[in-house]
C-alpha cells in the first residue's frame, strides 16, 4: 500500500544541494508543493488560510524563476541577483515560504519525539516557537484556530498510510531533509541579512 510519501511529486529528500549548500529551485518548490497537501489530511478548512499562504508564496518564486531561469536556478542565486533590484518580491516569498516550512517541521518534529501528544497541542506549541512572532493580531486568531481544529493524532497517521512503520520511517526521513534545507536557507538569510524589512 502506497503512503503519502510515496505519492509525492518530489520530497525534501530528493532536492538537490550542492557542496556549497546552494539548492535547487525547481527541487525545492515541486517538494514544497507536496509538503502543501499535507494540510488536506489535517482535513480542516481553517488550514485553508496556512496552503494560500504558502501557495502564493510558492507562486512568487516560480514566476522569478520562469523570468530568470538562469539568475534563478539556486535559492541562493535567485536572493543574489534580487538582492541588486528594487523587488524582492521572490526573496519576501522565499523568506515567508520558509517560515511555513519551519512552522511544519516544528510541528511533525514535536508530533514524532512526543507520541502522547495530540497534533492540536504539538502544532500550537510549533506555532508559538516559529510563525507566531512574525504575525499581526488581525493574523494570529486565524492561526490559533487552525491549530485548534487539528483531527485526532491517530486519525492523521492513519491518513498517511495503512503501514505505520513505513510512514514512521519515511516521515523522519522527510522530516530531517525538511529540517536540513530550511536551516540552510535561514543561514543565507542572516549571512547577508536578506531578510531586513522583508
Known amino acids: 500500500m502506497s503512503t503519502f ?33 499535507l494540510f488536506d489530511l489535517l482535513g480542516s478548512s ?14 512568487k518564486i516560480r514566476t522569478k ?5 538562469l539568475g534563478s536556478s539556486t ?9 541588486t533590484t528594487k523587488t524582492k518580491t521572490a526573496t519576501q516569498g522565499l523568506l515567508w515560504l520558509s517560515r511555513g516550512l519551519q512552522f ?14 495530540e ?14 512572532k512574525f504575525h499581526g493580531i488581525l493574523v ?13 493524532r491517530s486519525d492523521f497517521f492513519e491518513k498517511l498510510g495503512s503501514n505505520q512503520e513505513k510512514v514512521n520511517q519515511q516521515l523522519i526521513e522527510w522530516l530531517e531533509s525538511l529540517e536540513k534545507i530550511v536551516q540552510i536557507i535561514f543561514d543565507f538569510f542572516q549571512s547577508g541579512n536578506y531578510g531586513k524589512g522583508l
Open 75 to 83: 535559492l541562493q542565486d535567485l536572493i543574489l541577483t534580487e538582492s
Open 140 to 152: 494570529k486568531p486565524i492561526f490559533k484556530l487552525a491549530m485548534k481544529a487539528c483531527p485526532y
Open 65 to 69: 524563476l520562469l523570468q530568470d531561469p
Open 5 to 37: 510519501f510515496d505519492e509525492m511529486k518530489k520530497s525534501f529528500s530528493d532536492a538537490k544541494v550542492t557542496d556549497d549548500n546552494k539548492i535547487d529551485t525547481t527541487d525545492f518548490l515541486e517538494a514544497s508543493e507536496s509538503l502543501v497537501k
Open 46 to 59: 481553517a488550514f485553508t488560510v496556512v496552503k494560500s499562504d504558502m501557495t502564493g508564496n510558492i507562486n
Open 119 to 132: 497534533l492540536t497541542e504539538t502544532f500550537t506549541q510549533a506555532y508559538s516557537k516559529t510563525l507566531s
Open 104 to 117: 511544519t517541521a516544528q510541528a511533525m518534529r514535536e508530533t514524532i519525539n512526543d507520541p502522547s501528544k
